[in-house]
């Protein structure tokens, strides 16, 4: 064989081998707070779309071709977000992206997104200017325009007409949840007796909850992050301070109860899913979940799973992962029979569903009741 030949082969055989590879996977790629300050988000959240993902290639997989979950750690860190999807979308080819579940982090990846024409579906990112970046963007979740009127009108059907608030002014998701509350609250009988701020990674909220203690509210509303809220609980108590916390999807997370402990008691949030919900649906996933994982899903693993189940449905109504005819197919999903609730995406990318209210009691949770849109 002449030198020349023998090259142009290999390079043949190179090529095809390489084809073969990228033919029979489609590399889905996924970016998640695996460690750090919100570890839990990333932890359950990668978790729920994992056990999609191999549920979906037990099954054949989608178009011929298994799904390929490519997955980076963010670190709960700014900054994480717009290095890694830049890393998976130009080095890794992937065909979608499946992440986060904090808004700031959803928010600093999805212009990424949007510029490659690479479609994004937030799992859990519930502040409104998420989906706004683009027609490439979407979440499978609800908004916090609709959070924070359930949660605004349920303080009111409890009495509390005096509120005061306490937010996390590093977190999009927070300071949007804030307003949106504020809004419903404000217009409709209820008075903000005092506004009060943080930062994430704050461990010390003496000084806000004592100036919130002597404006005598009737409730505080806390729309941040479960490691924070945790720590506010505890050192509210300490004060003194015996009116019911408020809060949002925020404070699901693992070490909530085991640092608040009875803390919390009293106390009230908004959510996305109950694992407690006898429904066949939840109770299956339940048991699939533990069974895998030895532990009982939380809000991210069910929205994680919803992610990615919704994306391989995409794909193959698509039939194709070709950027654009792939959004235009999720855009298009319409009562999808998710774990998180009947999922159809509107002309704005969100979903619409209802809202799970939960109590805290003895150290506990309980189920209060769910609210439609
Ligand atoms: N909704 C929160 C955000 O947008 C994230 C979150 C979702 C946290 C669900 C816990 C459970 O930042």
Redesign the pocket.
């Known amino acids: 064989m002449l030198p020349s030949t023998f090259l142009k082969t290999s390079i043949a055989l190179l090529a095809a081998g390489t084809l073969a590879l990228a033919q029979d996977e489609i590399p889905v790629g996924e970016f998640a707070s695996l460690t750090g300050g919100?570890a839990?988000?990333g932890q359950?959240?990668h978790k729920g779309t994992a056990l999609a993902i191999d549920e979906i290639n037990a099954g054949g997989g989608v178009l011929g071709k298994k799904l390929k979950l490519i997955f980076e750690d963010d670190q709960s860190l700014a900054g994480q977000p717009a290095t890694i999807v830049r890393k998976l979308i130009s080095q890794d080819k992937v065909v979608a992206v499946l992440g986060?579940?904090?808004?700031?982090?959803?928010l600093e990846a999805a212009p990424i997104c949007q510029q490659n024409k690479v479609p994004m579906i937030?799992?859990?990112?519930?502040?409104p200017k998420?989906t706004e970046v683009g027609d490439y963007i979407f979440r499978v979740?609800f908004i916090?325009p609709f959070?924070g009127t359930v949660m605004s009108k349920f303080a009111l059907s409890k009495g509390w007409k005096k509120v005061a608030i306490l937010t996390d002014v590093k977190?999009?998701?927070?300071v949007?949840?804030a307003e949106f509350f504020v809004k419903h609250f404000n217009a409709n009988g209820g008075q903000v007796v005092k506004e009060q701020k943080y930062s994430t990674g704050d461990k010390d909220f003496k000084a806000q909850l004592t100036s919130i203690k002597v404006t005598k509210p009737d409730a505080i509303f806390i729309p941040g992050?479960?490691a924070e809220v945790s720590l506010i609980a505890r050192q509210a108590k300490l004060l003194g301070i015996k009116v019911p916390l408020l809060g949002?999807?925020?404070?699901?997370?693992d070490s909530l109860l085991k640092v608040a402990g009875t803390a919390l008691d009293g106390s009230f949030f908004s959510?996305?899913f109950s694992a407690d919900d006898k429904s066949p649906s939840t109770q299956g996933f339940v048991d699939k979940y533990k069974a895998k994982y030895g532990a009982v899903p939380?809000?991210?693993a069910a929205?994680g799973y919803d992610s990615a189940m919704i994306l391989a449905a995409a794909i193959k109504t698509a039939g194709t992962t070709e950027g654009d005819k792939l959004r235009v197919a999720i855009g298009a999903t319409k009562a999808h029979k998710g774990i998180t609730g009947t999922i159809t995406l509107d002309e704005k990318r969100n979903a619409q569903k209802p809202a799970v209210i939960l109590g805290i009691g003895n150290g506990a949770f309980q189920f209060v009741e769910t609210v439609a849109p």
Do not use: I, R
């Open positions: 919100s839990s988000f359950s959240s986060e579940v904090a808004s700031s982090k959803s937030s799992p859990a990112s519930t502040n998420v979740c916090d959070q977190q999009d998701y927070s949007g949840l992050y479960y949002g999807d925020g404070w699901v997370g959510c996305h939380d809000d991210m929205l």
